[in-house]
């Protein structure tokens, strides 16, 4: 096997200019590849993240038919043993309790349909990151009478600033409609400009006063130390509690759920795409290498070298030209990735800020795993001996004699 290693590795630099033009095509194309896969990456696992830790963590509890109806009177029942439970359970890191509401906001110039969150002011940083979008004003634990933070799109739109007045419009238990005014504290910017501008918080407090005039909860928002742990401590509540549905992140978005499926295999569909292109360019410099090489396999074959051993050393040439390229085309790859990684790749000199309308943030870290590394070298060697059959093929067909003759 060392002298066939030896030989295939000469008869690859026969013709530098050919073999260099096919490793410079796979350095190109495994470069290209892993670069794109660890843009791809990068942007589904920051949009994942920011959903999961800025609004919709691990888990939420509701009532059964909340989220279909999203009725004011469908709230969750037996929350003080619920609490106990999460607050005792090693799992959980945090948990904050929501009252929700759909509604109007409206200002001195227009109104626009939102989604009315009040919120634990205590629990809440404890359990999401959103408070860190915070781009102008203050928290809901401002001094301002019933404050409200809004998304700073919608306070464009509604033409106001910090500190005004605006008019929130909503349905209360008995399904009559209620009203109060609020207080702009704060103006918040998140990666997504569609949750800016259909998103206000208040406190949970005073939102309750107004729908029920008591202490409700329409939605119990869970953070855990191991996002692996989501289902079976959701099948421990629904279990353990009548009347509540909990659900998983991945029940609760098919956004999240299709990024996540799709996010486990992009590399290895990107790179298949492009060892189905490199393959062809190996098929054909192989098959050049054999017929110019006809009399001297023949040769061979005349002077007792078994057919297994043409075979094999076909094979090996294929190989090792592809995976001395691979090796310098991950290389390559490696380091851009990780340039990339440590200083962002800024998207908004291609699109402006068109991705903040899909919810992505436009300053992308891309990031390749180590398992995606040895998942391109196997199918590098895969498509290497692939594409060296037929051109092996072809050449154990060889007749000796007729070779020698011509």
């Known amino acids: 096997m060392k002298i066939l290693a030896a030989i295939a590795w000469r008869n690859i630099w026969r013709n530098p200019a050919r073999s260099g033009v096919l490793i410079a095509a796979i350095v190109a194309g495994l470069w290209a590849g892993i670069s794109v896969s660890s843009l791809s990456n990068g942007l589904i696992v920051q949009r994942f993240n920011n959903l999961i830790e800025q609004d919709l963590t691990h888990l939420q509890i509701h009532h059964p038919e909340y989220l279909s109806e999203r009725e004011p009177w469908m709230v969750v029942r037996n929350t003080d043993s619920i609490f106990r439970l999460l607050d005792n359970d090693e799992r959980v890191r945090s948990f904050s309790g929501r009252v929700l509401s759909d509604g109007i906001i409206q200002s001195p110039v227009t109104s626009t349909g939102v989604q009315i969150i009040g919120i634990d002011i205590l629990n809440e940083p404890r359990t999401t990151n959103f408070h860190l979008n915070l781009k102008d004003g203050e928290y809901l634990d401002s001094d301002l009478p019933n404050p409200i933070l809004i998304g700073e799109r919608l306070a464009q739109k509604l033409q106001m600033e910090i500190g005004n007045r605006v008019v929130l419009m909503f349905q209360d238990i008995d399904n009559d409609l209620a009203s109060a005014a609020f207080h702009i504290s704060g103006l918040f910017s998140t990666s997504s400009r569609v949750y800016d501008e259909r998103n206000v918080f208040v406190r949970a407090e005073h939102l309750n006063e107004l729908i029920s005039g008591d202490a409700i909860i329409h939605e119990i928002a869970v953070i855990l130390y191991d996002a692996a742990e989501a289902d079976s401590l959701t099948a421990e509540l629904n279990r353990t509690f009548d009347g509540i549905m909990a659900e998983t992140w991945y029940e609760l978005s098919p956004e999240l759920r299709y990024m996540s499926d799709f996010g486990d295999s992009v590399t290895f569909y990107v790179m298949v795409v492009i060892m189905i292109a490199l393959a062809f360019g190996i098929l054909n410099t192989m098959l050049m290498a054999i017929f ?89 060697i895969f498509t290497a001996i692939l594409a060296a059959i037929y051109p092996s093929i072809k050449a154990l067909r060889l007749n000796p004699g007729d070779v020698i003759r011509e």
């Not at 094999?312 to 490696?334: D, F, H, N, P, Q």
């Not at 380091?335 to 899909?358: A, H």
Request: charged share 15%; aromatic share 12%; hydrophobic share 55%.
């Open 292 to 380: 110019e090489r006809m009399r001297e396999l023949g040769m061979m074959i005349a002077i007792g070298m078994s057919k297994a051993r043409v075979f094999m050393l076909i094979m090996l040439e294929s190989v090792i030209l592809t995976l001395t390229a691979a090796a310098g085309g991950m290389i390559l790859a490696w380091l851009s990735v990780r340039y990339m990684e440590s200083n962002g790749v800024d998207l908004t000199v291609f699109g402006g800020d068109s991705l903040l309308e899909f919810g992505f943030d436009p300053l992308i870290y891309p990031f390749i795993l180590m398992s995606d590394y040895f998942a391109v070298t196997l199918l590098v």
